[in-house]
Nanobody, 116 residues
Framework: QVQLVESGGGLVQAGGSLRHACAAS????????MGWYRQAPGKERELVAT???????YYADSVKGRFTISRDNAKNTLYLQMNSLKPEDTAVYYC??????????WGQGTQVTVSS
């Protein structure tokens, strides 16, 4: 079965960096687009970044220039490098497999808290 297991996250001061990883199994990782989403308290889940099977990347305006999405198809792992973090980046972050542009499987979510 499809599994997405996240690691990373935590507590960091504003201006700091964190790196998320998402280990995928149960499907042919290299053939799927993947994405990172986040959900802040009291807000809807929002798209952060996506990466196509060929490596084409998309970023939300709010993270452009600060976050980097990447993938290692040999390791079946998706990454999100987050730099210059701001308090408004505080949220639960989720990785997702994308099918026809929409998420169909989710990771368990990891908390990121950025203190000011």
């Amino acid at each position: 079965q499809v599994q997405l297991v996240e690691s990373g996250g935590g507590l960091v001061q504003a201006g700091g960096s964190l790196r998320h990883a998402c280990a995928a199994s149960g499907f042919t990782f290299r053939t799927y687009a993947m994405g990172w989403y986040r959900q802040a308290p009291g807000k809807e889940r929002e798209l952060v970044a996506t990466i196509s099977p060929s490596g084409i990347k998309y970023y939300a305006d709010s993270v452009k220039g600060r976050f980097t999405i990447s993938r290692d198809n040999a390791k079946n792992t998706l990454y999100l490098q987050m730099n210059s973090l701001k308090p408004e980046d505080t949220a639960v972050y989720y990785c997702a497999r994308l099918t026809r542009g929409a998420p169909d499987y989710w990771g368990q979510g990891t908390q990121v808290t950025v203190s000011s």
